[in-house]
């Protein structure tokens, strides 16, 4: 089992920048597939980036793309998000997820656990 905690989120301004990590505790993280995911007000919670346990395989919403970057660092048990080029429609709770797999994953049915979420606010 692993538990996951968020942090980094904030305000930033549009075009500013912002990098969430996700703590996790446990000692096989390397075994883990991670995946960061966000939910808007009044919207349904949507995939935002994933990441292979390995670190070596990546995939990233079109929305996204070429703006945010995902990574995996299992000696010290974080994920990450940097955020760059951030608009005002970025704007939501971030969450980070997990399971156990080799590959990356883009369906938040494929995740068993979850952390508690960070706001992200970008204003125009």
């Known amino acids: 089992q692993v538990q996951l905690v968020e942090s980094g989120g904030g305000l930033a301004q549009a075009g500013g920048s912002l990098r969430l990590s996700c703590a996790a505790s446990g000692r096989t993280f390397s075994s883990y597939a991670m995946g960061w995911f966000r939910q808007a007000p009044g919207k349904e919670r949507e995939f935002v980036a994933a990441?292979?346990?390995?670190?070596?395989?990546?995939f990233y919403a079109d929305s996204v793309k070429g703006r945010f970057a995902i990574s995996k660092d299992n000696a010290k048990n974080t994920a990450s998000l940097q955020m760059n080029s951030l608009k005002p429609e970025d704007t939501a709770v971030y969450y980070c997820a997990a399971r156990l797999g080799t590959w990356y994953y883009s369906s938040q049915l494929d995740y068993n656990y979850w952390g508690q979420g960070t706001q992200v606010t970008v204003s125009s």
């Open positions: 990441i292979n346990s390995r670190g070596s395989i990546i």
